[in-house]
């Protein structure tokens, strides 16, 4: 029976110094623990994916596309292509809400969206943020999607074009777990 004790004494030990550093890998490995992390579709073997529509005064655009898309912990950030005008860059809050769009001043808490290269720019209006999702595997690896749903006024400084009203609603994924792990350059010492 001693014997028996001993064995298990010993099994116990091992599985706690064991199981205690593979509990900081799996935390690890699901990716709860990063802090910050960018991940961005420049350079990626994957693409984001969208469906949805954009709506400006009566016409309605349902082939849109995504350019140079990027998330970090707090906000994610994307150039939406459309064919009723001109691309639109949007910058949202990482997180689900409804935000106010805001002209000038972006916070974390508020939602940009301005002409990509003119100085048209979303002046009033609100967006959501519904169905927020990450699965982050590493600082620059990690799955995002998320739902976007608002609408609001758009237009430049200009009074001779006022404002016009603009609806959106689309859905976002954008998926990079596969691609390669980023690897920092080495800086190389040729004074020799």
Do not use: W
Not at 12 to 27: K, Q, T, W
Not at 35 to 52: A, K, M, N, R, V
Not at 99 to 117: K, M, R
């Amino acid at each position: 029976m001693k014997h028996v004790q001993s064995v298990f004494r010993i099994i116990l030990i091992l599985m706690v110094f064991c199981m205690m550093p593979s509990c900081d890998l799996i935390e690890g490995l699901k990716g709860d623990s990063l802090d910050s992390y960018y991940i961005s579709s420049i350079g990626s073997l994957s693409t984001p994916e969208l469906s949805g529509t954009l709506k400006n005064a009566d016409k309605t655009d349902s082939n849109l596309r995504i350019y140079g898309f990027n998330a970090s912990e707090s906000k994610v950030n994307l150039i939406l292509g459309n064919n009723i005008m001109v691309n639109l860059t949007f910058s949202i809050p990482a997180k689900k809400g409804t935000f106010t769009i805001v002209p000038d001043t972006f916070s974390n808490d508020e939602v940009d969206i301005y002409a990509d290269g003119f100085s048209l720019k979303f002046k009033s209006g609100t967006a959501t943020v519904s169905e927020f999702s990450k699965d982050i595997k590493d600082e620059t690896r990690g799955k995002i999607s998320f739902r976007l749903q608002g609408n609001g006024e758009f237009g430049g400084s200009d009074p001779r074009f006022p404002p016009t009203p603009i609806s959106f609603d689309f859905r976002v994924s954008f998926d990079n777990r596969d691609d390669p792990p980023y690897v920092p350059p080495v800086s190389s010492d040729d004074s020799g």
